[in-house]
């Protein structure tokens, strides 16, 4: 099995596949209607020099996402 991680700990320019969510409530379900779900394909663009924000390519559109939402996403 491979290793999890979390989206922010991802290089830029290689694409990952999401396993789990964590994080409640709100901040999950926004993060869902981000079209951030289990199973997708996430492209990592660019991490800003911070690491905040880190641009990601999902479903064929483009977003920023801020490093505490990064950390919510278990990626392998």
Known sequence: MREMKTLREVAC???VTVTKLTGDGP???RIMDMGITKGVSIYVR???PLGDP???T???YELSLRKADAE???VE
């Open 13 to 15: 320019g290689q694409t």
């Open 58 to 60: 999902v479903r064929g």
């Open 46 to 48: 660019k991490v800003a």
């Open 27 to 29: 901040v999950k379900r």
């Open 54 to 56: 880190v641009e990601v």
């Open 72 to 74: 919510m996403i278990l």
